[in-house]
């Protein structure tokens, strides 16, 4: 199974709440990122979250449209991100959403690891595209 491996940058900016969460302890952000490496683009998406991330436990849910490359293939693809923190450990889960590809990264399927040491945010993506004919 193909392997990108590679750095981002990530900001992070609050959004409103909009009706249907205005009571709640929900809150909205948009994502803003730069890959670099193995995937050299941006990504752009929305990210809902709640909990207590100043006494380590939250969870979010998100959803981003990343553009670029891959090893040199270019195109697009969804990651849909559903993770949680509790006492300060996460548990990520972050998939490509099924059939979000395009261009040559139609058919792409995997799996994304964040990795976060310090303030320096890689990732580690475990990937695979249909054959070519």
Known sequence: MP???GTFEVKVAPLPADDA????SISRFSLDK?????????????MMGAGNVAA???GYVAVEQVSGTVHGK???FALQHSSTMDQGQFDMNIKVVPGSGTEQLVGIAGVLTIIIEGKQHSYRFDYTLPAES
């Open 21 to 24: 969460i205005a009571a709640t």
């Open 74 to 76: 270019h195109g697009s």
């Open 56 to 58: 380590g436990s939250a």
């Open 34 to 46: 730069v890959y670099r490496g193995d995937i050299e683009g941006i990504s752009a998406g929305e």
């Open 3 to 5: 392997q990108a491996q």
